[in-house]
C-alpha cells in the first residue's frame, strides 16, 4: 500500500508541476483530463 501512495503522490506532483512549469499561467485547454 506504502507503494500505490508514492505513486499516488508523484502522479499528484507531476499535475501540479505541468501547470507551474509554464511560468504559472494558466492556459485555457488544459491537458491534464488527458493525461488522467
Known amino acids: 500500500s506504502k507503494l ?3 505513486k499516488n503522490e508523484l502522479s499528484s506532483k507531476k499535475g501540479n ?3 507551474n512549469k ?3 499561467k494558466k ?9 488522467q
Open 17 to 19: 508541476l505541468h501547470p
Open 4 to 6: 500505490l501512495l508514492c
Open 27 to 35: 492556459p485555457l485547454t488544459t491537458p491534464v483530463p488527458a493525461s
Open 22 to 24: 509554464k511560468g504559472g
